[in-house]
C-alpha cells in the first residue's frame, strides 16, 4: 500500500512548524530533503535546546529520589568515556531503537527488533535496576522485539498496512523506551513506591531528544541520526568532564 504523504513536494520551509505537524500526526517518510546539512544543522541546536530546557525536570527529580548514584560520577577514563558515549552508543542506540522507525522495510524491522531485544537485556544485567522494573523490561522489551520481528518477517501487506496504520503508535513508543532505557544511567538504593512515579523526569531530557532523533531519522536517514545523537552525547561528555 503506498503511503500518501502530507507534503506535496516539500517539507514546509519552517523548520518548526513542520515539526509541530510531525508532532500531531508522525509520518513514516519524506520527500527528500534538498538542504540535508541545514536541516541538520538545526536539528542538532534544538536537541542543545531540549537538553537546557529539560534541566529543571531532572534537577526536581534528583530532588524527589533520593537514594541513586550517576553512573557518569564513577571514576572512568576521558577517552573510554569519549569512545564509548560518543562513538559506539549512538550508533547501537540508533540501530536498535530507531532503525525500524520508518516506513514498512522488513529487513529494517527484524535486524531493528533483533538489537532491539539485545539492548533489552543491558538494563536487566545492570544491578542498579530495581528487580520490578526488570520484570517489566522484559516483558515489555520482549513483547515489542517480537512483534518488530514478526512484522518484518511476514513481508506481507497486511505486515504493511498494520505498521503504517499503527505509526504514530510505535514512533511515540519507541521515543518513550529510548528516553527510559536511560535509566541505566543510574545506580538506585532502596526506593520508595511513590519515587518510582518520578523515574520520566530523570530522562525527559532523552525522551525529548529521542523525538528530534526520530524526526532527523525519518526525515534525513539512520546516518543523519546517528550523526545528530553523537553531537548530542559529545556535548554531555563535555558537561561531565568541566563539571568533574
Do not use: C
Request: aromatic share 14%; proline share 7%.
Amino acid at each position: 500500500m503506498a503511503v500518501t504523504s502530507p507534503y506535496p513536494s516539500a517539507p514546509p520551509t519552517g523548520l518548526l512548524k513542520d515539526l509541530g505537524r510531525f508532532a500531531l500526526n508522525p509520518r513514516s517518510e519524506f520527500p527528500a530533503d534538498p538542504r540535508p546539512f541545514l536541516t541538520f544543522a538545526k536539528m542538532v541546536g534544538l536537541q542543545f535546546l531540549a537538553l537546557f530546557a529539560t534541566a529543571p525536570l531532572i534537577g526536581l527529580g534528583f530532588w524527589l529520589i533520593s537514594d541513586k548514584e550517576f553512573i557518569g560520577d564513577q571514576d572512568i577514563g576521558k577517552i573510554e568515556l569519549f569512545i564509548a558515549a560518543v562513538l559506539i552508543a549512538p550508533i547501537l542506540e540508533e540501530l536498535a531503537f530507531r532503525l525500524a522507525i520508518v516506513k514498512y522495510r522488513p529487513f529494517a524491522l527484524v535486524f531493528g527488533g533483533i538489537v532491539f531485544g539485545l539492548f533489552m537485556a543491558l538494563p536487566v544485567l545492570s544491578p542498579g535496576i530495581p528487580l520490578g522494573v526488570k520484570a517489566a523490561i522484559l516483558v515489555v522489551g520482549g513483547a515489542i522485539a517480537a512483534t518488530l520481528i514478526a512484522l518484518g518477517a511476514s513481508s506481507s501487506e497486511r505486515a504493511r498496512e498494520f505498521w503504517e496504520r499503527n505509526f504514530s503508535g510505535f514512533f511515540y513508543g519507541a521515543v518513550l523506551i529510548f528516553g527510559l532505557f536511560h535509566l541505566t544511567n543510574y545506580e538506585f538504593g532502596d526506593l520508595a513506591p511513590w519515587e518510582y512515579l518520578a523515574f520520566p523526569l530523570l530522562v525527559t531530557p532523552q525522551i525529548a531528544v529521542g523525538f528530534l532523533l526520530g524526526y532527523t531519522r525519518i526525515r534525513l536517514g539512520i546516518l543523519w541520526a546517528m550523526g545528530q545523537h553523537g553531537f548530542y552525547n559529545l556535548l554531555l561528555v563535555s558537561l561531565t568532564l568541566v563539571s568533574g
